[in-house]
T-cell receptor, first 105, second 115 residues
């Protein structure tokens, strides 16, 4: 069993929809990363959080340490948000399998 | 300011050969991380270097090795290449030691194809 589980695996949304991607982990962590991988492989680190909530533009990430769960939300989704979103638990960087998001115009 | 740079962008080798991939971290970063993303598989942690020392290693065989130079750039070497080593190899850097905020900055990756 993967120590970091993401859901859903694939997500298709219409432009403007509110998106939620979930990440659950079973390992003890000091922090959790949310990464965005574009076609071609380039990766951007979106957030690193160890508690509470962080917001950057239309992106919001939350984490509940007690429940070992984190969510990534995208408000007012746009086709340019189409990418694979990966959560990664710090400490040896255990990665989720990724969520492939497609936002249609 | 330059980001994390990796070279080569693409590399084609045959089975049994050796591959060397290079990574230059962001100026001021002392930690370099290597990851493998094989086709159909998720990202997997390979190696972590900080201040010239190997700090942690993922679950990979010894033919995956690397080093970090005094200028904090790093090399990943893969010996005795196997077909399943074909993957995108990503490098990331961060501040190290007491300055480590945990934030990672990724390079664009080196795509290795083993024929």
């Amino acid at each position: 069993k993967n120590e970091v589980e993401q859901s859903p695996q694939n997500l298709t949304a219409q432009e403007g929809e509110f998106i939620t991607i979930n990440c659950s982990y079973s390992v003890g962590i000091s922090a959790l990363h949310w990464l965005q991988q574009h076609p071609g492989g380039g990766i951007v680190s979106l957030f690193m959080l160890s508690s509470g909530k962080k917001k950057h533009g239309r992106l919001i990430a939350t984490i509940n340490i007690q429940e070992k769960h984190s969510s990534l939300h995208i408000t007012a989704s746009h086709p340019r948000d189409s990418a694979v979103y990966i959560c990664a638990a710090r400490n040896d960087m255990r990665f989720g399998a990724g969520t492939r998001l497609t936002v249609k115009p | 300011e330059a980001g994390v740079t990796q070279s080569p962008t693409h590399l084609i080798k045959t089975r049994g050969q050796q591959a060397t991939l290079r990574c230059s971290p962001i100026s001021g970063h002392t930690s370099v991380y290597w990851y493998q993303q094989a086709l159909g598989l998720g990202l997997q942690f390979l190696l972590w270097y900080d201040e010239g020392e190997e700090r942690n290693r993922g679950n990979f065989p010894p033919r995956f090795s690397g080093r970090q130079f005094p200028n904090y750039s790093s090399e990943l070497n893969v010996n005795a290449l196997e077909l399943e080593d074909s993957a995108l190899y990503l490098c990331a850097s961060s501040f190290g030691g007491g300055r480590n905020t945990g934030e990672l900055f990724f390079g664009e990756g080196s795509r290795l194809t083993v024929l």
